[in-house]
């Protein structure tokens, strides 16, 4: 692995999951910078996959409303030097909450998700010193009128907001606990070799060497190392959207809710404001700025600042701590190739997007997600180039449609005159789009479906509809495990095999030794251990629109590949063979080595 931030690190610990050794070249000391401006929104399903794999509750629940007197005797606002101009990022100089919060040092991972327990979606039983914030709701203004409030809950979890340094401080803090995962620090790339068996790759600084490994993916950000080695074209569109960003700790009148404010009714702001809550009464708040303005100076963002809060506080500006300020300027692009023999890119390294809440970390966990289980199938079982090709196949054109869909909506949205016209309601249209940019909904945000990919079936008279379809995610419902235990199926990803899952009314009440050994059991039993890669056998009650009796098999990342009607031993293995991309061509791999 070469690269230490959010993407390369969950990669490494995803690949641990599934019992794959890593090494991980880290440019750094090892040590991320503090930038509470820097922050990262995760979907709700990337979320539960970071706190799946670290064990780490990220949240504690939404902060409750200030009361007066507490408002009353906060400090007067202090303000830090401002720095950063396009592609900066303003630094902060305290120390990032625990690493290990939600852990036991001692122990590893928290014990009740590491057993299988799901993370608790709104911070029960988080630590006090939680590290992200998820929020009540979402607001959406236009002048002074609301356009669109959308609630929070169970059904409809919010993302996940965190600045980006404590994302990697816990991922770091689950690695220290990971034997199978070594970083190397102070470890720059500068050469590799493939050949027939693996890649030889070399180092330079205080600890340069020479590695051997069977595959290498580059995590290494926009300027990427391995994709200039690798002769890869990086093409796209530069500065498609400027911010002004600042990070603050102050009280606003709704504390657990996001905004969106466009075209606020004061002077000064610009034509769009978003402010999001971080974790201890923190926010994030952006400025659109105009795409080719002049240079933002440390007045005019807090004159900025000033303003807003005054605006949104009966126009007087509350106390407030600048925390950090910058300009951020999100550029498009889209490596032409993501594989190239045995070495891969993911994250920054492979595609680079931001406009109209579109998120490029939460992209880039995305990647790792599809591509560890890959890799570990290669590793442990050998794999065939279908599997291994599937990686660019699916998450590339899934990255690709994301930026399709940004800039067919960037004109409607920021361009004028008859364009206005495409999107029906002029305003609510408008505000719709960026609503589900920002909170992962439709072709700007919603988790990806994979009903094209070459590891996808087809389908049979036997497969039977869901409300998944094939290639999209899973419901995350409650499920039987093999030792009669009840779990959430999202908790059985990720464990370097596929599942079935058996849709059987009424076996909740049953114990385990009575349906184990009846009905279509033993036969669902022979035909899972007959597959031709390694299952794991669960059973659930119920499962959105599926009929008793269907048979669900579902990808390590939690992707449907198939729902056939009953047990279907023959179109079971065909769907599995397909998933797995055929018969291996790569034989199971040696050790990672320096």
């Keep these: 692995m070469v690269g230490a931030g959010p993407v390369g690190l969950t990669l490494a610990l995803a690949l641990a999951r599934h019992e794959v050794p890593t090494v991980v070249l880290d440019e750094s000391s090892g040590k991320d910078e503090e930038r509470p401006a820097r922050t990262v929104i995760l979907r709700a399903d990337t979320a539960a996959l970071v706190e799946r794999l670290t064990g780490t509750v990220l949240s504690a629940p939404p902060p409750p409303a200030a009361e007066p007197e507490a408002a009353a005797v906060r400090a007067p606002f202090k303000e830090k030097p401002f720095r950063g101009e396009p592609d900066e990022e303003p630094a902060y100089d305290e ?19 590491a057993s299988g327990t799901e993370a608790a979606p709104y911070g029960a039983g988080a630590p006090a010193d939680a590290l992200g914030a998820r929020w009540t709701g979402w607001r959406s203004l236009r002048r002074k009128q609301l ?128 402010a999001r809550p971080l974790a201890d009464g923190a926010w994030r708040l952006d400025w659109l700025l105009p795409p080719r303005g002049d240079l933002v100076t440390p007045d005019a963002l807090v004159t900025r600042v000033r303003d807003t809060l005054a605006g949104w506080c009966d126009s007087t500006t509350p106390p407030y701590e600048l925390l950090d300020t910058g300009v951020h300027t999100v550029h498009h692009r889209l490596a032409r190739r993501w594989r190239v023999g045995r070495a891969f890119l993911a994250g920054d390294a492979a595609h680079l997007l931001g406009a109209l809440g579109t998120q490029g970390v939460d992209e880039g966990v995305r990647d790792a997600d599809n591509l560890a289980w890959k890799l570990a199938l290669a590793w442990h079982h050998g794999a065939a180039n279908t599997l291994l090709d599937s990686y660019q196949a699916e998450r590339r054109a899934s990255v690709a449609a994301r930026l399709r869909a940004a800039d067919q909506s960037l004109p409607i949205l920021r361009g004028g005159g008859g364009l206005r016209a495409y999107v029906p309601g002029t305003a609510r249209g408008h505000d719709a789009l960026l609503t589900d940019g920002h909170l992962g ?111 669900l098999l579902i990808r390590p990342d939690g992707h449907l590949v198939t729902a056939l009607s009953g047990v279907r031993p023959a179109e079971l293995y065909g769907a599995a063979d397909v998933a797995r991309g055929g018969e291996p061509t790569e034989e199971k791999q040696p050790t990672a080595r320096g």
């Design 441 to 551: 909904r439709g072709p700007l945000g919603a988790p990806p479906s994979h009903a094209r990919s070459p590891l996808a079936p087809e389908a049979t008279d036997s497969a039977v509809a869901t409300a998944t379809a094939p290639g999209e995610p899973v419901e995350d419902v409650v499920v039987t495990a093999e030792d009669g235990t009840f779990v959430r199926l999202r908790d059985r990803l990720g464990r370097a095999h596929f599942l079935a899952v058996l849709i059987a009314p009424g076996t909740g009440v049953w114990e385990r030794r009575h349906w184990l050994t009846a009905g279509v059991m033993p036969r669902l039993v022979a035909a899972v251990t007959a597959l031709p890669l390694p299952a794991e056998l669960l059973v659930a009650e119920t499962y959105p629109g599926a009929p008793a009796h269907t048979v």
């Design 147 to 274: 356009m669109r409030e959308v609630p929070f809950d169970e059904e409809n979890p919010s993302p996940l907001h965190i600045a980006q340094h404590s994302l990697c401080a816990v991922l770091r803090g689950a690695l220290a606990h990971e034997p199978l995962v070594k970083i190397v620090t102070d470890s720059r790339l500068d050469s590799l070799e493939q050949d027939d068996s693996g890649l030889t790759a070399h180092t330079r600084g205080d600890k340069g060497s020479w590695w051997r490994g069977s595959y290498l993916v580059g995590c290494d950000g926009p300027r990427s190392t391995v994709r200039k080695l690798l002769d890869i074209r990086f093409p796209g569109r530069t500065a498609v959207e400027r911010h002004a960003v600042a990070a603050l700790r102050t009280e606003l009148p709704r504390p657990e809710e996001a905004v969106l404010h466009r075209m606020p009714p004061w002077r000064g702001s610009g034509a769009e404001i978003t």
């Design 95 to 113: 120390e990032p909450p625990s690493p290990l919060a939600g852990r036991d040092p001692a122990r590893g991972p928290n014990p009740a998700l």
